[in-house]
């Protein structure tokens, strides 16, 4: 199993894949207390990119605050290309409502090249 998580004290995102036998990941468990067979740290470019698929695949859409959860020193406008997400709203094909930033619900079945647009727009 794969997961993303934050260890206790760290603020680096992890991304863990769990050893996968259930007898290799008891042994690994009564050994280290922990069946993590690979831990590594998500870049902030990775971490963004997967809210942005993540959370654009709901209609709720992208939620301000979980951005701010986990990127606490750095503004909206740290992350993305105003200029570039405002051309989207313009179009039509994005809403900013109520600290969520959305696909316009006319625009679904063009959620996979909006997100591709505002991929292009991150800036970290």
């Known amino acids: 199993a794969h997961s993303r998580v934050y260890f206790e004290g760290d603020i680096s995102r992890k991304a863990i894949m769990m050893t996968h036998k259930p007898q290799n990941w008891l042994d690994l468990v009564e050994k ?3 069946g993590i067979q690979k831990q590594d740290n998500l870049s902030k470019k990775d971490l963004l ?3 942005i698929l993540n959370c654009f ?3 709720e859409g992208l939620n301000l605050g ?3 959860k986990h990127f606490i ?3 909206f406008a740290d992350l993305f290309d105003l200029v570039g997400l405002k051309k989207l709203a313009q179009q039509g ?10 696909v316009n619900k006319k625009y679904r079945i063009l959620t996979n090249q909006i997100i591709s647009k505002i991929v292009d727009f991150m800036k970290v």
């Open 93 to 102: 094909l994005v809403d900013f409502e109520c600290g969520f930033l959305r």
């Open 73 to 75: 020193d750095q503004d």
């Open 49 to 51: 990119e997967e809210l």
């Open 57 to 59: 695949s709901t209609d």
């Open 66 to 68: 979980i951005l701010h």
């Open 32 to 34: 280290n207390a922990v």
